[in-house]
């Protein structure tokens, strides 16, 4: 079936927009894709395309432009609606943040502001699961970063459960995304985390609150 399978989203600091590539799965006739970015319910940006492919890419600016960082974790909210003249194949929705980070120097400039990180490194051990956590023991181990006077993690050798970073994105915490090490290096290893790697940015490169990727 038509299908919407695979979204990517950029903060365009230059423009004052939005990037997206969006990814369309089933496809073989003419579609149209509409996009709607809303923040707190009021429609900020809007973009109509027509795709007889299997992939989208264009640029939404915006009315309003509200930077998210851990103080204020501003997210926009997106809808995408997948039809032709006769039939809707798809909607999906998501959330995403106008986020910006450079390198100058030794400065890290999260949306060209110096930011000094202060980061715990997060284990991502749980009482009752080890490693697989419920949503209370999330919320409670983000909010403790917080408490404790943390504005972000170090994500140490896991790649965490999605909502964890969903939380983060809400929150307002900045992670460094990290790879397991491997324990045999060989071209088998090579191969496989490689592969496994690109797909995990693929998965979470729309979190915005991750902000370093470490392989």
Same mark, same amino acid.
């Given at each position: +079936? ?12 230059? $423009? $004052? ?55 204020? +974790?501003?997210?926009?909210?997106? $809808? ?47 009482? $009752? ?50 790879? +397991? ?33 470490? +392989?």
């Amino acid at each position: +079936p038509v299908h919407i399978e695979r979204l990517k989203m950029t903060a365009n600091e230059e $423009k $004052k927009a939005f990037d997206f590539e969006t990814r369309i799965a089933g496809t073989g006739i003419l579609c149209t894709l509409k996009t709607s970015v809303y923040f707190k319910g009021t429609l900020v940006g809007e973009n109509i395309t027509k795709i007889n492919g299997d992939k989208a890419i264009y640029s939404i600016p915006l009315s309003e432009v509200h930077y998210w960082n851990v103080d204020t +974790p501003d997210l926009y909210d997106v $809808k995408y609606e997948l039809y032709n003249s006769s039939k809707q194949f798809d909607v999906v929705t998501s959330q995403i943040g106008f986020r910006t980070i450079k390198i100058d120097g030794n400065k890290i400039l999260i949306n060209n502001k110096n930011t000094f990180l202060r980061l715990a490194l997060e284990q991502g051990y749980y009482r $009752k699961g080890i490693y697989t956590a419920t949503m209370d023991e999330l919320i409670e181990e983000v909010n403790w970063i917080k408490r404790l006077g943390f504005n972000g993690i170090r994500m140490h050798q896991k790649l965490e459960d999605e909502r964890f970073y969903y939380l983060c994105d809400l929150m307002g915490i900045y992670v460094w995304c990290e790879m +397991p090490s491997c324990y045999d290096f060989n071209q088998d290893t090579v191969d496989n985390t490689i592969r496994e790697w690109k797909e995990a940015i693929r998965q979470y490169y729309n979190h915005t609150s991750i902000i370093v990727w470490t +392989p």
